[in-house]
Structure formats: structure tokens, C-alpha cells
């Protein structure tokens, strides 16, 4: 039997149950659902990806290590066998806690308990200018356009005769030395340091240049002063 207004607009079967509405299919949504497998409660996540993303690996989908399919998980396969739980596809715009709702793109939900699992976004720190000329990297469409944004500039420095547009276009800057940055950055400078002269045989290795901009001296960077030079 399907679950009609008043609790919810969006299609979901009808229970007695306590309804806990999850918002989000990251590793806080995830585990918190595993915890209340079986139990007395019916379970509804709504995330607006059908797809977990495993972000520790983002780095590598961005310099064409892995591929995408590596590092995602269909939310539908991860809750095989979970007769509590239902999921839609959907993009949480609002919560109403007077009336216990939760608006989104596909209708709203009713709650007995809200449980916002929605992750975090990148903070510019108020930079105007360094959000509108780069891309973050929370997610897997971010990690494709930094590919795809190395790569084309990659094969256009191929082309270009210019030393002053060559140089342009196989130089790096990365914002944040925090761990994803310093990943990132160590990557790209595998990828010089091994496949730059194979792949693309035109570019000279010390063409490509990768800034890593940090403003504080981490402990980490402080104990490995090591590993920093030999990004270079
Ligand atoms: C590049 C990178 C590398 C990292 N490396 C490490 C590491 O090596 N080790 C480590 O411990 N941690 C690492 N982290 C941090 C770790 O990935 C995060 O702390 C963790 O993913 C946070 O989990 P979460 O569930 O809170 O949010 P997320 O994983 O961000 O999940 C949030 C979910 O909410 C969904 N969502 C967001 N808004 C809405 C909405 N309005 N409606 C519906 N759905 C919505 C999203 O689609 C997403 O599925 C890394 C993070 C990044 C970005």
C-alpha cells in the first residue's frame, strides 16, 4: 500500500512505524542506516545522486588514475535486502520543523525524526576570484572537469608553439594543502615525473609546473619538507 498525503507527496509505502528521514548517502547517511537495519522504524534517505562517492579516491578519478565507476557505489545495490529502507532520488530546497517536513524537488516528506547528513562545501574563504576561476573538488562531476580541464590544456600545449601560452597551459596551481591538496598535488607530479614523457612526448617534463598555495605551515609539511621537495 502506497503512503498518500498527508504524509507525504512524494510516493512511499505506508507504515505505523516511526519514520526516519535520512538525508544524504555519504559515509555519515550510510552508516547510520546500517545501524538501523532491522529495526522498528521505516527508513527513508533521499540523496540527490542514486550514487555514494568514496571522496578519499576523488584525487585520483581527477588525474586519470581511476576511473569513475571505481570510486561510486549505486545506493540501490549498497541496500539490497534492507526491508526497512526506502530510497528515492531526490534534492532536499527546505525543511518546514513546524510540520515536520521536508520539501524537495520531487514533493515533500513527512518525519517523525530529520537526520541531515549533507556533507560539506568548499569554502573560498571569501575568495570571489578564486571561486570563479577553479573548481572545487567535493564530488565526481568536480574530479571529471579537473580531468578533462588537465588533459585538454595538456593537449592543446601539444599545439601551441608559444612559449608564453605553452607555459600557461602546463602549469598547475593548487589552493589548500590540507590532505586532499597535497594528494592532488603528489599525483599530478607522478604523473609528470612517469607518464608526462611517454604520453605526450612534445611537452618537456619541466614545462609543467604544480603550485601548491597554502597560507599556514602545517606540522605535516614541517615533519616531510622531504616529500614537498620532491614534488617539485
Ligand atoms: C577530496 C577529498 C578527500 C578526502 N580524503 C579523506 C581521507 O583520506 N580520509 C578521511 O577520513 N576523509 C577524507 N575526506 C573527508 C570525507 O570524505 C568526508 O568527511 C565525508 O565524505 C563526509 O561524509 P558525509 O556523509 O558527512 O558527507 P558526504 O560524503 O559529502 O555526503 C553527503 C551526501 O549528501 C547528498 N546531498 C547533499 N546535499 C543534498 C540535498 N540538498 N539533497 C539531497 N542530497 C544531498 C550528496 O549527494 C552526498 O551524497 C575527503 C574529502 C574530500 C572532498
Known amino acids: 500500500m502506497l503512503d498518500q498525503c498527508p504524509h507525504s507527496t ?15 548517502a555519504g559515509f555519515a547517511g550510510l552508516n547510520l542506516i546500517k545501524k538501523l537495519r532491522n529495526k522498528p522504524v521505516q527508513v527513508v534517505l533521499l540523496d540527490k545522486n542514486n550514487f555514494h562517492q568514496f571522496q578519499p579516491l ?12 571505481s570510486i561510486v557505489s549505486p545506493v540501490r545495490k549498497l541496500f539490497q535486502g534492507y526491508k526497512n529502507l526506502v530510497y ?16 524537495t524537488d520531487i514533493g515533500w516528506v513527512r518525519y517523525d525524526y530529520l537526520v541531515l547528513a549533507t556533507g560539506s ?15 572545487g573538488l567535493k564530488g565526481i562531476r568536480d574530479a571529471l ?32 594543502g590540507g590532505p586532499a591538496g597535497v594528494e592532488l598535488a603528489g599525483a599530478l607530479a607522478e604523473f609528470r615525473r612517469y607518464l608526462l614523457n611517454k604520453d605526450y612526448p612534445e611537452i618537456a617534463t619541466e614545462w609543467m609546473k604544480i603550485y601548491l598555495v597554502e597560507a599556514v605551515l602545517t606540522a605535516c609539511c614541517r615533519r616531510c619538507p622531504k616529500r614537498l621537495r620532491s614534488m617539485r
Open 121 to 135: 562545501r568548499t569554502n573560498y574563504y571569501g575568495l570571489q576570484d578564486l571561486e570563479r576561476n577553479s573548481v
Open 10 to 24: 512524494v510516493c512511499l509505502p505506508a507504515t505505523r512505524m516511526p519514520r526516519i528521514v535520512v538525508v544524504g
Open 145 to 176: 572537469d579537473i580531468r578533462s580541464w588537465i588533459l585538454q590544456n595538456l593537449e592543446e600545449a601539444t599545439i601551441t608553439c608559444g612559449p608564453k601560452e605553452k607555459d600557461a597551459l602546463t602549469n598547475f596551481v593548487i589552493v589548500g
Open 58 to 69: 576523488l584525487y585520483q578519478v581527477a588525474i586519470a588514475g581511476l576511473e569513475p565507476d
Open 88 to 103: 528515492r532520488m531526490a534534492e532536499v530546497v527546505r525543511v518546514e520543523p513546524e510540520t515536520n517536513r521536508v520539501f
